[in-house]
């Protein structure tokens, strides 16, 4: 699929944030409002044959051709609003998106309710690593089995998503083409050398907790001889991609969306 390596205006996001990348905490639901894509949620099992499934929310891109699959995964704050802005914004630079709530074992079932942050914040401690991995092989078994789909999906997740995301390239799952970590923590050192995929990394310059982990990653990666890119932005904060309100955190997100598209362009065609 030939898509461009920039992030692309949407014309229906120029009154709710910023055009060309998905929107802050405090513009998703507009921008959700006004987009002209289709959206929907659907009840996912969490394994082959499995009886308790989770729900996602799945987003198409406007295209002729068929489309790479990229799961987005949720930070603390659960499968939010914003959460689903991010993967409107995907879809409309050309991907089909499929944000997971990983949270559906936890909070009793599947549901497609907007938990309340702090809520979520408690439940997410619920989540180990095996079960996160399972829930988004199965949204991506989904999404690679819709005729619209290539066969081939990235993940990208933010804060805890974004360690979820790292990870699940670590889980090396089939048809995984490449992984983007927005502020997450990295994987034990000992556990890299089972990474077959392209990582992109993108953190925040104020958030030293989440930093302190990119230099084991980076040196062991290299070691390895595998794919380990990652960009930090000065003055941006935890979070930036969420809370563009602040300006640096704004400038941060402008830089990294359009990178992030480049990315799952080059290593999903």
């Known amino acids: 699929m030939e898509m461009s390596g920039a992030a ?24 959700l409002a006004a987009s002209t ?22 987003v198409y ?33 050309g991907f089909i998106a ?7 074992r936890v909070r009793g079932g599947p549901s497609a309710d907007e938990l309340k942050s702090d809520s979520a914040t408690k439940l997410i401690r619920g989540v180990n690593v095996a079960d996160m991995n399972k829930g988004v092989a199965a949204v991506a078994a ?19 998503g974004g360690s979820a995301s790292f990870n699940h390239a670590v889980y090396n799952n089939k048809g995984l083409g490449a992984a983007v970590v927005y502020y997450g923590t990295s994987p034990a ?5 089972k990474v077959q995929v392209p990582v992109l990394g993108l953190y925040g310059g104020n958030d030293a907790r989440v930093n302190a982990t990119i230099g084991w990653a980076d040196t062991t990666m290299k070691e390895l001889k595998k794919s380990y890119t ?23 997100a402008k830089k990294a969306w359009p990178m992030t598209v480049e990315f799952f362009s080059k290593n999903l065609k």
């Open 230 to 252: 990652y960009s930090i932005f000065d003055g941006a904060g935890h979070g930036f991609l969420r809370a563009q309100d602040q300006p640096a955190n704004l400038e941060a």
């Open 61 to 93: 891109p406007e295209s002729k051709k068929k489309a790479p699959v990229v799961v987005v995964v949720h930070e603390i704050f659960g499968l939010s609003t914003w959460v689903r802005g991010v993967a409107d914004q995907l879809a409309a630079d």
């Open 142 to 160: 989904y999404g690679l089995s819709l005729p619209a789909a290539a066969k081939k999906y990235g993940i990208v997740g933010y804060c805890w």
């Open 8 to 31: 692309v205006a949407d014309p229906t996001s120029t009154a709710q944030g910023t055009a060309g990348i998905p929107a802050g905490a405090a513009d998703a639901a507009a921008r």
């Open 189 to 193: 050192k000992d556990s890299l050398p």
């Open 98 to 104: 499929i944000a997971p709530d990983l949270l559906s």
């Open 37 to 58: 894509r289709h959206g929907e949620w659907v009840k996912v099992a969490w394994e082959q044959g499995a009886a308790d499934s989770l729900m996602a929310w799945v």
